[in-house]
């Protein structure tokens, strides 16, 4: 099992904000990573680091960390946000690590 | 542009050897740590083996050490994936992935290639 941990789920209703939250005790030490994924697609980058977003996402994806959590949200969701979304930080051993992802569904 | 490529994937039967390549262009791969990622069918990304910028260092998921060989070649822009003794649970889609060479504190993918779908099927 991971050692991050994520809902299976979440929904938004379209233009709401909505907040995907990824726990370990790991995420104390390490900054946390997110990516979205659409079907038959590649992994992509959103934010990573403090709260930075490769260029190319939209300012509507932001994160921030607080203890053993790290959350990622999307202010205003947009129709094309529907994904699903995965943390990743580093485990114990110091090697990466991805949560079990979180299906996010715009209403 | 900044673009990785793999190849390599197919189906293959249990206990048999496959080796994954994945070409990278638009950018100093020499410079950049570079990972394995898969995902079974259905399933999340699992993390599979990272290699240093200069191949000093090589790290593996606890799933595959002693199975997979993480190598590359700077000279041709490449990195592999050499998979030995595969077994069912190997079937997966197989990514590339740029490390986005942040500090120890922050690990990140900033590139990722299309994907190369691995079966280990008898």
């Known amino acids: 099992s991971s050692e991050l941990t994520q809902d299976p789920a979440v929904s938004v209703a379209l233009g709401q904000t909505v907040r995907i939250t990824c726990q370990g005790d790991s995420l104390r030490s390490y900054y946390a990573s997110w990516y979205q994924q659409k079907p038959g697609q590649a992994p992509v980058l959103v934010i990573y680091?403090?709260?930075n977003r490769p260029s190319g996402i939209p300012d509507r994806f932001s994160g921030s960390s607080s203890g053993n959590t790290a959350s990622l949200t999307i202010t205003g969701a947009q129709a094309e946000d529907e994904a699903d979304y995965y943390c990743n930080s580093r485990d114990s051993s110091g090697n990466p690590v991805f949560g079990g992802g979180t299906k996010l569904t715009v209403l | 542009q900044v673009q990785l490529v793999e190849s390599g994937g197919g189906v293959v039967q249990p206990g048999r050897s496959l080796r994954l390549s994945c070409a990278a262009s638009?950018?100093?791969?020499?410079?950049?740590?570079m990972h394995w990622v898969r995902q079974a069918p259905g399933k999340g990304l699992e993390w599979v083996a990272v290699?240093?910028?200069?191949?000093?260092?090589?790290y593996y998921a606890d799933s595959v050490k002693g199975r997979f060989t993480i190598s590359r070649d700077n000279s041709k822009n490449t990195l592999y994936l050499q998979m030995n003794s595969l077994r069912a649970e190997d079937t997966a889609v197989y990514y590339c992935?740029?490390?986005?060479?942040?500090?120890?504190?922050?690990?990140?993918?900033?590139?990722w290639g299309q994907g190369t779908m691995v079966t280990v099927s008898s």
């Open positions: 290699i240093w910028y200069d191949g000093s260092n090589k």
């Open positions: 638009g950018f100093t791969f020499s410079s950049y740590g």
């Open positions: 680091g403090k709260n």
């Open positions: 992935a740029r490390d986005s060479n942040g500090d120890y504190d922050l690990v990140a993918f900033d590139i």
